[in-house]
């Protein structure tokens, strides 16, 4: 069993600031890749960004030099800082984390996502 849970989000001006944090918890062996999606309303979830975990990085390039992504491997933590914030990117955002648990299964786990909205 592993779950994430999400901090963060909420409502803010166009050209604000948020940062998003989760934390993994359960029966982890390892974290591979871990990172966020979103998800507007009659949208698709997409990739917002997403760091290995060897620490390599790939945005989606509506967000590129916006948001950076952070984590630390010994916290099974992500974070998500968010600048420079416009109205498309109000969403629910998603916790992701590929895990390989302690009985060597993997997983594909999501968080309940937690909601960022950007006024004009």
């Known amino acids: 069993q592993v779950q994430l849970v999400e901090s963060g989000g909420g409502l803010v001006q166009a050209g604000g600031s948020l940062r998003l944090s989760c934390a993994a918890s359960g029966s982890i062996f390892r974290i591979n890749a871990m990172g966020w999606y979103r998800q507007a309303p009659g949208n698709q979830r997409e990739l917002v960004a997403r760091?290995?975990?060897?620490?390599?990085?790939n945005y989606a390039d509506s967000v590129k030099g916006r948001f950076t992504i952070l984590r630390d491997n010994g916290k099974n933590t992500v974070s998500l800082e968010m600048n420079s914030l416009k109205p498309e990117d109000t969403a629910v955002y998603y916790c992701?984390?590929?895990?390989?648990?302690?009985?060597?299964?993997?997983?594909?786990?999501w968080g309940q996502g937690t909601q960022v909205t950007v006024s004009s």
């Open positions: 760091m290995s975990s060897g620490s390599s990085t």
């Open positions: 992701n984390a590929a895990v390989v648990t302690s009985t060597s299964t993997t997983l594909n786990a």
